[in-house]
């Protein structure tokens, strides 16, 4: 089977600049994460969505970050505007259904370089 | 809030020796999962512990979950180059939801 798919791979901005990421999730997974990994660190949940309803933001700095998933299959993800500190990867995962016992696949994430 | 610790933050091996990787959780975790990040790449699934004192193997690695539910490690016997990457250990609530550490960095020297 196809796995996460994320877009674009590579991406680098100014700050105050706005940016947007694509996930296209694992077909027939219910949940979709997106995480953020700075350099060195593990990876930390912004935003968690079941179908195409938020169940988790409590870490999404919702002054400049926005987070959607009209549909309930693929999302999107947008910073604006950006700070130096955004410089992360960041990551979209899937699963097949919310809730303890059920395993996260990763996409390969977009590596954003904020100047 | 609960927080993840991992242990050592890198850990540098010589191939054929064994090592072992420590997680603690300040709180006390419906289930544990653990994640292989290679250099560059992104993490992938290795195994879920679920009841407390479990024991669960894969070929080399030796997974245990403590009786208290707040701690877990990661052994590896005989080393080898492809074991080269970062694990992760990460908490789980009840919902699923996940709580990373900051990872173990293995460096294999041949």
New interface residues.
Partial sequence: EAGVAQSPRYKIIEKRQSVAFWCNPISGHA?LYWYQQIL??????LI?FQNNGV??DSQLPKDRFSAERLKGVDSTLKIQPAKLEDSAVY?C?S?LQ????????????TRLTVT | GQQ?MQIPQYQHVQEGEDFTTYCNSSTTL??I?WYKQRPG?????LI?L?KSGEVKKQKRLTFQFGEAKKNSSLHITATQTTDVGTY?C?G????????????TQVVVTP
């Fill in positions: 949940t060195g660190q593990g990876p930390k949940l968690q169940v988790d990551l995962a699963s919310r809730g303890q016992g059920y395993e996260q696949y990763f996409g390969p994430g | 993840v419906s289930n999962q790449g992104h993490p992938v699934f879920q679920v992760f990460a789980s609530d009840s919902w699923g939801k996940l709580q990373f550490g900051a990872g």
